[in-house]
């Protein structure tokens, strides 16, 4: 009979709602407590979500060096294999110091933010995750997985199943109302926002993708935002007349389905929120428009003068540095930014749409750190990776297949940069770490345990993490000293 761990049922899930309310009272007194004693400390801490939809292909990002684990490798990928050696240099692997791994040649400057070199000289900030992937439960070996006794996520290679899952972290299939960023905020946006009194209100999620399950908690939601500041839906700004009734029927419009039309909780939840944008509207646009100036740099200035590439995902992450920017202006000690970057289900031409793809991914996220650097926001920002799900090892012809494990990044001041963590399977077909079907991996390292090494950091204590991560105790302690994973410095 499955254990409670394997599979929440409705009780469960309503428990989740009810733990919330005696989280938040338990939070408030906490933050009364941590007032008397002279508060939490100054810094600010913002987690970014980079979410890569349609399933990266991340086994041609993360690759093996060594001869042997190499010759497995392009033996599995053939004609998609990265060469080591080819004549022109541009196009071999990018070796990853004293790891015995490299990147795709597209990634020039994650290489070096892993290998402390060009940009980074002297201060390492990235550090990469190896098999991570949906769990219930630990997988130890591929005879378990066959076994049929463990508990596996539904439909594990569907895109839409998938994503859900990397959101909720809630990989049973059930129908799950909130994501573990909008938990998170439930346990924590009274804790450590308390600079927000009186009716001053600002949410402490903040999407460039619209309305993301991932930062949609019991009470608390997501602030919708685009590259040129907070949502709006008729373009036009002043407070004239004809400007305050338009915005009055727009939020008309928005918030009366809330009581009248809709029947499903989730779609309730978005129409409060987006609301709630655009009453939050002008507040958040006034404070985006003019950053000012942070730790004696103009935020402009910075980011005018960063080597964004010349790609639309470049928007989203000057919006994102504005946002963090200005996060004392908003009263927020605690923040999440949630940007989506499309496009990766490379069925065919893989080659050619990974490498421009990892290209515009890789100047991107060089570009955002280095802003992150030069305004002082580095050591109190952590960007991560998700993805639906890795692809398959062998080539369909010209592209690759959905599967279920690949490899994610994580950077930023508080990482542990030129580290590798998690466990690096066998890459050959039929292998010990295949479950088949042309080369699928199982993971080793769950999802769970990614997401609570980062809470941890955030400030989500162990005793909310079984609420805002409800398998997490099946692969560890919320209570331990050590880090889970041990990505962090």
């Not at 254990?3 to 929440?8: T, V």
């Not at 080597?307 to 000690?333: C, G, M, N, Y």
Request: proline share 5%.
């Amino acid at each position: 009979m499955p254990s409670r761990r394997q599979f929440l049922g409705e009780a469960s899930c309503a428990a989740i709602g009810s733990t919330s309310v005696l989280s938040t009272l338990l939070n408030l007194t906490m933050a009364n407590h941590a007032a008397a004693q002279g508060g939490f400390g100054s810094q600010r801490k913002s987690l970014v979500c980079l979410f890569l939809s349609g399933g990266c292909d991340t086994f041609n990002f993360l690759i093996p060096t060594e001869p042997g684990p190499y010759a497995e490798y392009a033996a599995a990928r053939s004609n998609l294999a990265i060469p080591l050696n080819d004549p022109n240099p541009s196009n071999n692997i990018i070796p990853l110091t004293g790891t015995g791994y490299g990147l795709h040649p597209s990634c020039v400057h994650l290489a070096e933010m892993f290998n402390g070199t060009g940009s980074f000289t002297g201060k390492k900030r990235l550090a990469l995750l190896a098999n991570v992937g949906t769990l219930i439960e630990p997988i130890a070996s591929k005879q378990d997985y066959l076994s049929g006794n463990i508990a596996l996520p539904k439909a594990l290679f569907s895109h839409r199943d998938q994503i859900e899952q990397w959101q909720t972290s809630v990989p049973q299939g059930m129908q799950v109302l909130s994501g573990w960023g909008g938990r998170a905020a439930d346990v924590i946006h009274s804790t450590f926002n308390t600079e927000q009194t009186g009716n001053y209100y600002m949410p402490m999620n903040f999407s460039l993708a619209g309305n993301s399950a991932f930062q949609i908690g019991r009470s608390e939601g997501q602030f919708v935002i685009t590259g040129n500041g907070a949502l709006t839906f008729d373009g036009s700004t002043g407070n004239s007349a004809v400007n305050q009734a338009k915005t009055q029927v727009t939020q008309d419009t928005v918030a009366s389905p809330i009581e009248e039309h809709y029947r499903n909780l989730f779609q309730r939840t978005h129409g409060r929120i987006t609301a709630n944008s655009i009453e939050r509207g002008a507040e958040f646009q006034q404070h985006f428009d003019n950053p000012g100036t942070l730790n004696s740099q103009n935020v402009d200035a910075v980011i005018a003068a960063a080597p964004f590439p010349a790609h639309w995902i470049s928007d989203q992450f000057r919006a994102a540095v504005k946002t963090i920017a200005i996060r004392e202006q908003l009263k927020l000690a605690r923040q999440t930014i949630f940007i989506e970057f499309g496009g990766w289900d490379h069925h065919a031409e893989l080659l050619t749409n990974q490498r421009n793809m990892l290209g515009a991914l890789d100047g991107a996220l060089h570009a955002f750190q280095i802003c992150l650097e030069n305004l002082g926001l580095s050591d109190d920002v952590i960007t991560f990776t998700c993805s639906d799900f890795g692809r398959t090892l062998r080539s369909n012809g010209q592209g690759t297949d959905h599967a279920w494990s690949g490899n994610q990044l994580v950077l930023g001041g508080p990482v542990q940069g030129g580290v590798i963590r998690g466990s690096f399977p066998s890459l050959v077909i039929d292998g010990p770490d295949d479950i088949g079907r042309g080369g699928r991996i199982f993971p080793k390292l769950s999802a769970d345990e990614y997401f609570c090494e980062l809470l941890r950091w955030f400030g989500v204590t162990a005793g909310d993490m079984d609420m805002v991560l409800p398998n997490i105790r099946n692969f560890y302690d919320p209570a331990s000293s050590s880090h889970p994973v041990n990505f962090l410095a």
